[in-house]
């Protein structure tokens, strides 16, 4: 990955407290997967921002290469990289995702 987009992606992570990379925007997701994140995000009343990947190829493909994961979409919280959806879910059970997103 080059330095720009690694800069780029570690802007959007650091600059906020609670960032999601997904498919779609939080009013229309674009898969299930996110569409239950965002879910998960407004249950606790997160305040989070966004990056739809299916606007940009470059942050899509290099976001999976800067955490080493595969799939979309991936939670950041105060600049760690969380996991996906499974790991929201398990987070949102344990109250952990309220905890940590407030």
């Not at 991936?74 to 952990?96: C, E, N, P, R, W």
Request: hydrophobic residues 35%.
């Amino acid at each position: 990955m080059d330095d720009t987009l690694k800069s780029k992606i570690e802007e959007m992570v650091n600059g906020n407290d609670v960032f999601l990379f997904m498919k779609g925007t939080p009013e229309q997701p674009m898969c299930g997967f996110s569409a239950g994140v965002i879910s998960a995000l407004n249950q606790v009343k997160a305040k989070y921002n966004t990056f739809n990947v299916l606007s940009d190829p470059s942050i899509r493909e290099g976001i999976k290469e800067y955490t080493s994961w595969p799939t979309i979409p991936q939670l950041y919280i105060k600049g760690q990289f969380v996991g996906g959806h499974d790991i929201v879910m398990q987070m949102l059970q344990s109250g952990d995702l309220a905890t940590k997103t407030n």
